[in-house]
């Protein structure tokens, strides 16, 4: 495990998955936060459902971020170009993703500084203002190529409408990253389809193809 270090740079990230189903978050712990802040879960529990994002061919080699009372702490280095983290759309629910590098280099930072402005008690629309304002210049950027996201945990809990501030479960996915893409570019009607967008226009928007929980079976807690 390497040196642990605080994460204070600039950001990008995801927005949370639309989803249907569920309003239950089992696996996000049971330390009392800040208010607004995610629960802190204890830290082997949190790398554990990190690298359940993972396919099991890199899981073991990934890098993982773990949330504490300042921000997201780095506590492994990658070994593959990938890196899982249980990311916070909204302080109640709870994402792990498994990017690839340009992800990493993407999407994470703007994950980060959400997570190190929540910690500063930032409310969220000053959050909401100051990650848009990034990107108009030019501080976050979309991703520039195609790339992938795993959530092939099976204890995905993410926003179902983020302005009522509702969660849900949601099964086992891959994303790929399409900026500025519109469910109506792809012919998308419903989330009942085989692939819809979330985030649909923005430049976080990624197409979700949900996939079936046997075959994420094998992403388990136990890669370390």
């Known amino acids: 495990m ?123 629309e000053e959050i909401k203002h100051f990650v848009a304002d990034a990107f108009a210049k030019g501080a976050f950027r979309p991703p520039s190529r195609l790339g992938v996201d795993y959530m092939l945990s099976t204890e995905n809990v993410v926003p179902l409408d983020p302005e009522k501030g509702t969660v849900g479960h949601f099964p086992p996915h891959v994303m790929f990253y399409a900026p500025y893409l519109t469910n109506a570019d792809l012919g998308s009607q419903n989330l009942a389809w085989p692939a819809f967008v979330a985030g649909s226009g923005t430049p976080n928007a990624l197409i979700i193809v949900p996939v079936p929980e046997e075959a994420s079976a094998g992403s388990g807690h136990e890669h370390r």
Not at 15 to 35: H, K, M, N
Not at 42 to 70: G, T
């Open 2 to 124: 390497t040196k642990k270090c605080y994460v204070r740079s600039i950001p990008t990230g995801l927005l949370g998955v639309a989803a249907l189903v569920g309003l239950s978050a089992p696996a996000i712990a049971q330390s009392r936060p800040a208010a607004g802040q995610p629960p802190l879960m204890d830290r082997e529990k949190e790398i554990a459902l990190a690298l359940s994002a993972c396919p099991p061919s890199l899981a073991s080699r990934a890098a993982v971020y773990v949330l504490d009372e300042l921000g997201y702490v780095k506590v492994r280095d990658s070994e593959n170009d990938f890196t899982a983290i249980v990311q916070h759309s909204l302080p109640t629910s709870q994402e792990p993703q498994c990017m690839d590098e340009e992800g990493a280099r993407t999407l994470l930072p703007r994950i980060l500084k959400v997570a190190e402005l929540r910690a500063q008690g930032k409310p969220p």
